[in-house]
């Protein structure tokens, strides 16, 4: 069975800061997919950012990008820059190609300080 | 251009009283993916569809139901709502398209029971 761990349940960073969200997993699989999502106090699940088990290179999205360690089992987001409008919990997801399950880890609150 | 419609936000019903929230997407993924999400929890799945194939998590309760007409239209039926289904319930899609994949939410459904 596959898991996801964030070890971080409250963060406060202070505005214009690097952030970095820790995020591991555990698999047997060869084949996964890391995803991460931001989730405001209104609910929505919103993509930002998507590393493949076979991707070579970090994936980037603009100031969102993933510290992909695959012999650790480590996907960590760093958020440059830090804007008062990234206060919200994230959350770090895999994707299990086989049987397209997609579980969540626990969630990060973050909150970015003026 | 909302890609992952649900309907309604928001949704009161009646102890007892069944109940269907809608989800439709416009991206043709063949995955749909219907979670449950509670109060500073991460969201819970509760089954999915990969195209008609219906999958269904052990610890679902009966009470939930789904039903997937088409590509583009998902439901989730709650037979007899108790006080404990009050939640954010999240539809997802997602598609595999070789060693990657992409997965998006709707704007969830908050449910009251009351």
């Known amino acids: 069975a596959q898991k996801i761990t964030q070890t971080q349940p409250g963060m406060f960073v202070q505005e214009k800061e690097a952030v970095t969200l820790d995020c591991t997993y555990d698999?047997?699989?060869?084949?996964?997919?890391l995803f991460w999502y931001k989730q405001p106090s209104s609910g929505e699940m919103i993509f930002l950012i998507y590393?493949?088990?076979?991707?070579?290179q970090n994936a980037t999205e603009g100031r969102y990008s993933l510290n992909f360690q695959k012999a650790r089992k480590s996907a960590n987001l760093v958020i440059s820059a830090s804007q008062l409008g990234d206060s919200a919990m994230y959350f770090c997801?895999?994707?299990?190609?086989?049987?397209?399950?997609?579980?969540f880890g626990t969630g990060t609150r973050l909150t970015i300080i003026p | 251009d909302a890609m992952v419609i649900q309907n309604p936000r928001y949704q009161v019903t009646q102890f007892g009283k069944p109940v269907t929230l809608s989800c439709s997407q416009t991206?043709?993924?063949?995955?749909m993916y219907w979670y449950q999400q509670k109060s500073s929890q991460a969201p819970k799945l509760l089954f999915h569809?990969?195209?008609?194939?219906?999958?269904n998590e052990a610890d679902t309760p009966d009470n939930f139901q789904s039903r997937r007409p088409n590509t583009s239209f998902c439901f989730l039926d709650i037979r007899s709502p108790g006080l404990g289904d009050a939640a954010m319930y999240l539809c997802?899609?997602?598609?595999?398209?070789?060693?990657?994949?992409?997965?998006?939410f709707g704007q969830g459904t908050r449910l009251t029971v009351v």
């Open positions: 997802a899609t997602s598609s595999v398209a070789g060693p990657n994949t992409e997965a998006f």
């Open positions: 698999t047997s699989d060869p084949s996964y997919g």
């Open positions: 590393q493949g088990s076979y991707d070579q």
């Open positions: 997801a895999m994707f299990r190609f086989g049987n397209e399950k997609l579980t």
């Open positions: 991206l043709n993924h063949n995955v």
């Open positions: 569809y990969y195209d008609k194939d219906f999958n």
